[in-house]
């Protein structure tokens, strides 16, 4: 069993930052770790993935903007958010499957506006 917590969103103007944190129950260190998110009436879509080695990979709509990383001692996941957009408003949850079920943290909400 496996809780995750997000924590760091907030309202924020265009071009502004955020960092998301996803604290973790347990030790992580052997899994990969994803950022989602969801928008009112969006379906959830994959934002950052970053694996037990920390490479990484991103939605296009964020490459360059966002960063994940990862900080197995304190069994937490981060995604700093840069430049971000009104588009990015949304739920951004973070997600771990060390195994055949899923984890979902309970969301944290960004909403980008001026």
């Known amino acids: 069993q496996v809780q995750l917590v997000e924590s760091g969103g907030g309202l924020v103007q265009p071009g502004g930052s955020l960092r998301l944190s996803c604290a973790a129950s347990g030790s992580i260190f052997r899994f990969s770790v994803d950022w989602y998110r969801q928008a009112p009436g969006k379906q959830r879509e994959l934002v950052a993935h970053i694996t037990s080695s920390s490479s990484t990979n991103y939605a296009d709509s964020v490459k360059g903007r966002f960063t994940i990383s990862r900080d197995d001692a304190k069994n937490t996941i981060y995604l700093q958010m840069n430049s971000l957009k009104p588009e990015d408003t949304a739920v951004y949850y973070c997600?771990?499957?060390?195994?055949?079920?899923?984890?979902w943290g309970q969301g944290t909400q960004v909403t980008v506006s001026s």
């Open positions: 997600h771990l499957k060390p195994g055949r079920v899923d984890y």
